[in-house]
């Protein structure tokens, strides 16, 4: 039992690291911009089909993980440039519309270019096969991977956001943006910024899942969704909100998944229990954003609404 | 002595380390117009949210009619009698005048939970409405789209709204801001007349008006009263004078 | 509960003078076009005749029940400013009422729809309440949220259907009589009900409530200041339009004979959104005519090209980029001018 748990707990990190690197960038994109941006998920999936290719190309996954990377920063810029630098300014609402029609024209794009059959991406000899745990329980190296360099990102994210210029501009960005630009910073700078990091960031986590997930059009749209609840639930504009609410819903998903069944079974008959944990798991996590917003309308560590 | 109408006692609010209102206490007592004067980030806009209720104090307390309101909201101080003006014109631009006064009128006479007979049409709020912009001599523009008003016409329509909601005790935040010579004189002569009827607390910068008017007056420099008196009380005080009055020539 | 007390910053940010949508259709603009569209929709039934064409038919249908949720969802987003991005799960909740309570032997229509009716209402009681205490992108992530949750909760009822749906073994029964078989009768029931939700909504905006409203939708701050608290007042209207979503899916479950959880994923809430602001929101009509319009194009998409999707998405980017106002604005400025 403990064995289980323990390799679910890990599990559960490695999809909250994931989580994370996705919802590092749009939180900053909510938090500095104020723009809503549903197409965050599209360049996480974009990120997974350049690795694949680029692995598939030169037969070396780090080698495509290298070239995917600056190819994702670079597609994010040019989004930035052609559609999000025009709806800065734009209510929520045409934020959800355009970025809603986005998410169609990427998804749809991604089938055009490589077809709709699912891509996969072999897992690299170096990091395939696993490591003991504890007993003669084993864990994937490469998800071991996944957790070392998400963690190594959110290190470099928490220094560059604490300890640089550019990270004090986002902090002041993300807790009052007219303030920002009228103290004379470049805005449109910065916002460029601030959109290709997020989408680097979007699309490493899809390159380093390629492997061990099918790369599928629409894949994206899982993700978002759970990377919304992240950022609801760790404070919008937040990165520190993001990685502790991801690692939270991460851990709650994952064990609730395997544990809730388990837990009914001891209180009822083991069909309804089935049934009831079936129902109840996925539901999880939005309860638990529900129970957050209730007592914290802003999430636990929101960048707005902290100079009390 | 009569109880006062509006009765605040060591009112705080701070952001961090920096006190915008600083154990602020006043008295209003009822049918005075009290005017609330000071330079320029004194912290007076502040004070009136926090008169309000938009904004919660730190500390202190606010007692209207005897009644403590420290912790109600804004809706809850409507209610009980406490209305405000904006400084920058908040109305209602797409609807007519007669409906951005109406509305106010509205919220005070019974539920608003009705689903099928049209407002608009209601004579009681319709005839409560006109009297409230007949006071403000905005009766003439009732069928007018309020964003159709010059800017004057505007902070007429703010102080008819707060009229219209039937509260004792008015709260006007700089009605004659951004307003020319003649407009300021319409609203002064408008506020004289209230006086009749409305106890007020009215923060301004227009000095002219503030001595043609105020039965009392407030001195707020950097979040602290330093002076309350009649006008004439705090023209000759020397503290005021160099914290304020002396650095204004025109008056 | 908040009772509107909020720091200075945020009464000022409230202040600011941000673009409002406005209603570009005079009122007798939108009587005229509302009575056109239901002219042209009431009479497709002829049409199919002459043409000898059932299945255009079924599309009136069709576009019935999807402009009765667009009606609904204008009345959230439109009047009440509130972007809500679940609301295709209101749809679900009353499609799936009328499946499960036919698989347990209930299959009159009244039954179900009352039934659809509360559960739509609860759920939107439930989830709004805890919804309206947040604002701005929070608002529109929760609801995205609640949307899911009701989406997986059928997707994991594994006796329902699941993730495949259930296929509904008849129409539902009126009174015994399985008249409901009949597309036409089916067809007209669904447009009764888009006549009488339409005029509904036109009073209730029109009154006391709607007023208050729309108020709040233009100026919270301002209306807070006269003493309204705008929450009781969202709600009731987030509930009220949940209700009428879920009949919309009563209709739908029957027309489809087929109830699945793809009724109520937030691409459909997304979709609605598209067709309410497409048509111009805050009109009321608009919302129908960009129902029909949004549903009719992406038909005519769909047999052009199987990437139709693409074009879609481009359109909607554009059409964000280019316009304001949507049909109804188009609309208006083509017959000379824009009434406020």
Request: aromatic share 8%; glycine share 10%; proline share 3%.
């Amino acid at each position: 039992m403990f064995n289980l748990f323990l390799l679910q707990a890990l599990n559960g990190i490695q999809l909250g690291i994931l989580l994370f690197l996705v919802a590092a960038g749009l939180t900053l994109i909510f938090g500095v911009m104020d723009l809503i941006n549903l197409a965050h998920g599209v360049l996480y999936m974009v990120g997974a089909y350049l690795a694949a290719t680029f692995t598939a190309f030169t037969g070396d996954f780090f080698l495509g993980l290298a070239l995917a990377l600056p190819a994702t920063l670079a597609f994010g810029i040019v989004l930035e440039f052609l559609i999000f630098r025009r709806l800065y300014d734009r209510d929520h609402l045409d934020q959800v519309l355009a970025t809603f029609g986005l998410i169609l024209i990427l998804n749809e794009g991604v089938k055009m270019i490589w077809g709709a059959a699912p891509m996969s991406v072999p897992i690299p000899d170096i990091l395939s096969g696993s490591m003991p745990l504890i007993g003669n329980m084993r864990y994937p190296f490469f998800r071991v991977a996944i957790i070392a360099s998400g963690l190594l990102t959110a290190l470099g994210l928490y220094l560059m956001v604490n300890h640089t210029r550019i990270g004090m501009l986002l902090r002041a960005g993300a807790t009052n943006g007219p303030m920002v630009s009228a103290l004379g910073v470049d805005i449109g700078r910065l916002f460029m910024i601030v959109f290709g990091l997020g989408a680097m960031l979007a699309g490493f986590a899809g390159a380093m899942v390629a492997p061990i997930l099918s790369v599928e059009p629409g894949m994206g749209d899982s993700v978002l969704i759970l990377t919304f609840v992240v950022i609801v639930i760790g404070g919008v504009g937040s990165v520190r909100g993001a990685f502790v609410a991801a690692i939270l819903v991460g851990l709650v998903d994952t064990l609730g998944r395997t544990f809730g069944p388990i837990l009914l079974r001891s209180l009822m008959d083991p069909s309804a229990a089935s049934q009831t944990g079936r129902t109840l798991a996925p539901m999880l996590i939005y309860i638990l954003m529900a129970a957050v917003l209730f007592f914290r309308p802003s999430g636990l560590f929101p960048a707005k609404g902290t100079v009390q | 002595m009569t109880t006062p109408l509006l009765e605040v006692r060591n009112l705080r609010k701070s952001y961090g380390a920096l006190a915008v209102t600083d154990d602020v206490s006043l008295d209003v007592a009822p049918g005075v117009l009290h005017a609330i004067i000071g330079p320029n980030g004194a912290g007076k806009t502040t004070l009136i949210h926090q008169l309000s209720g938009s904004l919660r104090s730190n500390s202190g307390t606010a007692h209207f009619a005897g009644e403590d309101i420290t912790r109600l909201g804004m809706a809850e101080r409507v209610h009980r009698g406490l209305a405000r003006s904006f400084q920058i014109t908040s109305i209602l631009d797409g609807f007519t005048v007669l409906e951005n006064a109406a509305m106010a009128v509205q919220a005070r006479s019974g539920s608003s939970f009705r689903f099928f007979t049209p407002a608009a049409r209601e004579t009681r709020l319709n005839d409560e409405a006109m009297a409230a912009l007949a006071r403000v001599r905005l009766d003439d523009r009732a069928d007018r789209r309020a964003g159709s008003l010059s800017h004057g016409e505007k902070r007429q329509l703010e102080i008819a709204i707060a009229l219209a909601t039937g509260a004792r005790l008015l709260l006007l935040d700089e009605p004659l801001a951004g307003t020319g010579h003649e407009e300021s004189a319409v609203l002064v002569a408008l506020m004289r007349e209230l006086k009749s009827t409305h106890t007020v607390v009215l923060v301004e910068h227009d000095m002219e008006a503030v001595f043609a008017l105020a039965d009392r007056v407030s001195v707020l420099v950097y979040g602290r009263l330093i002076a309350t008196g009649t006008p004439e009380e705090v023209r000759l005080d020397p503290e005021v004078r160099s914290a304020y009055l002396g650095e204004e020539e025109a008056a | 509960m908040s009772t509107g007390l909020s720091d200075a910053a945020a009464t000022a940010r409230q202040i600011d003078i941000r673009p409002v949508r406005r209603p570009l259709l005079g009122r007798q603009g939108a009587s005229v076009a509302a009575g056109v569209i239901f002219a042209g929709l009431g009479l497709l039934p002829v049409l199919a005749w002459a043409l000898d064409d059932p299945f255009l038919l079924v599309t009136a249908t069709r576009l019935t029940i999807f402009a009765i949720a667009a009606l609904s969802l204008d009345l959230v987003l439109g009047y009440g400013a509130m972007v809500s991005f679940g609301h295709a799960a209101f749809i679900g909740l009353g499609a799936y009422a009328v499946a499960i309570l036919a698989a347990n032997g209930i299959e009159d229509i009244l039954l179900q729809t009352l039934a659809a009716i509360l559960v739509s209402a609860i759920f939107a009681l439930i989830t709004g309440a805890i919804s309206l205490r947040t604002k701005g992108v929070y608002f529109i992530m929760i609801t995205l949220a609640f949307g899911q949750m009701a989406y997986f909760f059928m997707v994991s009822l594994s006796a329902y259907g699941g993730d495949d749906g259930i296929t509904l073994a008849n129409r539902s029964t009126l009174f015994g009589a399985d008249v409901l078989e009949s597309d036409l009768v089916l067809f007209y029931g669904a447009f009764g009900f888009l006549v009488l939700a339409f005029v509904g909504l036109r009073a209730l905006v029109a009154s006391r409530f709607g007023r208050v409203l729309r108020g709040t939708r233009d100026n919270r701050l301002r209306m807070q200041a006269i003493g309204f608290a705008p929450f009781p007042y969202q709600l009731t209207a987030y509930v009220i339009a949940g209700a009428i979503a879920g009949v919309a899916g009563v209709f739908l479950a029957n027309q489809a004979e087929f109830v699945s959880p793809a009724y109520m994923t937030w691409q459909r809430s997304g979709e609605l959104i598209v067709m309410v602001v497409f048509g111009g929101m805050g009109t009321l009509v608009g919302a129908i005519a960009g129902a029909i319009a949004f549903l009719l194009l992406e038909d005519w998409l769909a047999q052009f090209s199987e990437h139709w999707k693409l074009w879609l998405g481009i359109l909607l980017v554009l059409l964000v980029l280019f316009t304001r106002g949507g049909i109804a604005g188009f609309v208006s400025r083509l017959s000379g001018g824009a009434r406020s």
